[in-house]
């Protein structure tokens, strides 16, 4: 059983402390809104929620719940913070920290005035990555308390939805919580020990951008169903029926697949169906923004990639992989082809190796490619693997093709892996492809 103060009475705070002092943990619910407080002491929820108010009588009459606008009171009586206060939007878009800081510093000086023992600050409120390192930390530390001692501070986003918040808090896709230290995850971990769900314990910046990615993606989905639903009305189909036999198919479209941050897509089938739709509504003056952004987005990640290989001082360049993917020789608007085009065009010195790729047998469209965007590919083209490092100062990684080869040492930190590099922290990609001097 833990102490825990939970200082923020809205929806998450309200049905975070009702929901843990429900699991046997000793709650303190913590807000400056003295009303707020006095509904909590009375058993009655401040805000709407189905089921909340039952929980919040029960919890209360027990014992295990109470409420105050004591701060210090709240925290020397309790072993965890959790801070749930809200992050509104300011007129830039950006979030507001001003409840967060209120609350950090006020918690700050209590544990800095106070005999040291161990205590966790847990942040559940939203924020971007970056804010809880680069802003709220030396917040805190100017407190005077021992953050990175017997302080410690992670992050746990929520993922509960108004009217089945309840529901939301018991069965959880997944428990996060983003710690320094993978220990300074434990007792947060052991607040959601009878809860079922994935435990993952990552850093605190991975850990924010997970509720923003799943928003977001919620947001895509629902953006995306709706231009589908518009786009099927103008062709005389039921949108309805095409979006629920799409969520049928759970090996590629409700999966996993596809959803991994690595190069462009390309090949004969996505670039020209999004196309197509995109043509079709405009000649029918149909605002699908998602779907137009698509091809745009896809140009932008290719440019991500020659900007990093522009960066490097090496002219001698290796290229492992140039059909869309390992295992085809369609080159079909692949992206490395448009990437290998157009660092010959820079002057670059380039060598491509891709066992599935022979000059002599493509045919049709896909030679008729190969001849606008590369028509010296045989010359650039090189037998096997050896000969391609021979020639380079730097390789890059462009299929699964590179899975078969050794890299060796003298090139393994001179190398831009497209398939993971572009979605890696600035400084981890620096580093691997350090060209040195």
Do not use: W
Not at 43 to 48: A, N, T
Not at 79 to 104: E, F, K, N, W, Y
Not at 169 to 186: I, S
């Amino acid at each position: 059983m833990s102490r825990v103060a939970v200082f923020g009475m809205g929806y998450v705070g309200c049905v975070s402390a009702a929901c843990l002092s429900r699991d046997g943990h000793r709650v303190i619910g913590v807000d400056i809104d003295a009303d707020k407080v006095a509904s909590i002491c009375a058993g009655r929820s401040p805000i709407f929620e189905p089921g909340l108010e039952q929980l919040l009588q029960q919890q209360v009459q027990s014992g295990h719940l109470l409420g105050t606008t004591d701060v210090a009171s709240a925290v020397s009586e309790t072993d965890i913070a959790m801070i749930a206060v809200g992050t509104p939007s300011q007129r830039d878009g950006d979030v507001s920290l001003a409840a967060v800081r209120a609350v950090l510093t006020s918690i700050g000086k209590t544990l800095a005035s106070r005999d040291s023992r161990p205590y966790t600050i847990v942040l559940r409120s939203t924020l971007l990555p970056g804010i809880l390192e680069d802003e709220l930390l030396p917040c805190l530390q100017a407190t005077g308390c021992d953050v990175g001692g017997q302080v410690r501070v992670c992050n746990n986003p929520e993922f509960l939805r108004e009217t089945t918040a309840i529901k939301d808090y018991d069965t959880p896709p997944f428990v996060v919580v983003g710690a320094n230290q993978e220990a300074d995850a434990d007792a947060v971990l052991d607040l959601y020990s009878n809860l079922p769900g994935e435990r993952v314990v990552t850093d605190t910046r991975t850990a924010a951008m997970v509720k923003y990615v799943c928003n977001a993606f919620h947001a895509a989905k629902v953006t995306f169903a709706n231009e589908v639903g518009a786009l099927a009305k103008s062709f005389g189909a039921d949108g309805q029926e095409v979006m629920k036999i799409a969520c049928k198919d759970k090996q590629l479209n409700i999966s996993p697949a596809y959803l991994r941050p690595g190069f462009a897509f390309g090949g004969s089938c996505l670039p020209k169906d999004v196309r197509a739709l995109n043509r079709h509504a405009q000649a029918q003056a149909i605002e699908t923004q998602l779907l137009s952004s698509l091809i745009p987005s896809n140009r932008s990640q290719i440019q991500r990639g020659l900007q990093i290989i522009k960066e490097q001082p090496a002219r001698r360049i290796g290229l492992i992989g140039l059909s869309f993917k390992a295992g085809t020789d369609d080159l079909r608007e692949s992206p490395l082809v448009t990437l290998a085009e157009t660092l010959l065009g820079q002057g670059y010195d380039l060598r491509i190796f891709d066992p599935g790729v022979r000059v002599a047998k493509l045919i049709g469209t896909n030679l008729a490619f190969v001849d606008t965007h590369l028509p010296h590919l045989a010359a650039l083209l090189v037998a096997d693997e050896q000969e391609l490092f021979a020639h380079a100062e730097y390789v890059i990684l462009g299929t699964d093709v590179a899975n078969e080869v050794d890299m060796p040492l003298t090139l393994q930190n001179h190398s831009l892996d497209l398939r993971r590099d572009l979605a890696a922290p600035s400084c981890e990609v620096a580093s691997s492809n350090s060209s040195g001097e």
